[in-house]
């Protein structure tokens, strides 16, 4: 399957700041997808990014896809105590998701 | 959105013993998929488990140690046998959406083993 990277794997911010996570793969993604997990609690979808150079947000979160589908982003602006957690990407592919390895955020008050 | 849950929640088991996890869903879906996460890392997946016919298994997950049995469209069960504590993890169920262009998994909340 393919497979993606993720960095960085830990950000420790303070309540206020912006916080950004990476994804990056050799091969072209077919789509990427975000998740967030709570501490404690498990993987919820965020979002999926299919087309090159796609560009969501979500309130303060803005999701990107590269231009050559490589790699994506995550950045979450003015981060608060509940944006606290892991964040995932996961690539797609015809069979199943690959997921990175995650960046634990913690966001001090 | 699916809503899914998992029996049991967390145990505590011997080594050598065998565990069956549960995985119920709301609604009838294709695809169920089983994930094992250790304390601190990513999601790997187990194994893929569609109704009617054999799981499918990740390199490194042999249906011998992991039988899977998927008996209708909206339940799933994983065994997990003759553990080792090499076998403590949480493990998850989930299932994916693929209506209209979408591809979205949602999660059981996890059973979180601990053998010892």
């Known amino acids: 399957g393919q497979q993606v990277m993720q960095i960085p794997q830990y950000q420790h911010v303070q309540e206020g700041e912006d916080f950004t996570t990476y994804c990056n793969s050799s091969?072209?993604?077919?789509?990427i997808q975000w998740y967030k997990q709570r501490p404690g609690g498990h993987p919820v979808f965020l979002i999926q990014?299919?087309?090159?150079?796609e560009v969501k947000k979500q309130k303060r979160l803005t999701f990107q896809f590269g231009e050559a589908k490589k790699n994506s982003s995550l950045h979450i602006t003015a981060t608060q105590t509940t944006d606290v957690g892991t964040y995932f990407c996961?690539?797609?592919?015809?069979?199943?998701?690959?997921f990175g390895s995650g960046t634990q955020l913690t966001v001090l008050p | 959105s699916a809503v899914i849950s998992q029996k049991p929640s967390r145990d505590i088991c011997q080594r050598g013993t065998s565990l069956t996890i549960q995985c119920q869903v709301d609604?009838?879906?294709?695809?169920m998929f089983w994930y094992r996460q250790q304390p601190g890392q990513s999601l790997t997946l187990i194994a893929t488990?569609?109704?009617?016919?054999?799981?499918?298994?990740e390199s490194g997950f042999v249906i011998d140690k992991f039988p899977i049995s998927r008996p209708n469209l909206t339940f799933s069960t994983l065994t997990v046998s003759n553990m080792s504590p090499e076998d403590s993890s949480i493990y998850l169920c989930?299932?994916?959406?693929?209506?209209?262009?979408?591809?979205?998994?949602?999660f059981g909340p996890g059973t979180r083993l601990t053998v010892t």
């Open positions: 091969t072209t993604l077919s789509n």
């Open positions: 996961a690539a797609g592919s015809a069979r199943q998701l690959t």
């Open positions: 990014l299919v087309k090159s150079g």
């Open positions: 488990a569609n109704q009617g016919s054999e799981a499918t298994y």
């Open positions: 989930s299932v994916e959406d693929r209506g209209d262009g979408r591809r979205e998994q949602y």
């Open positions: 609604s009838q879906v294709t695809m």
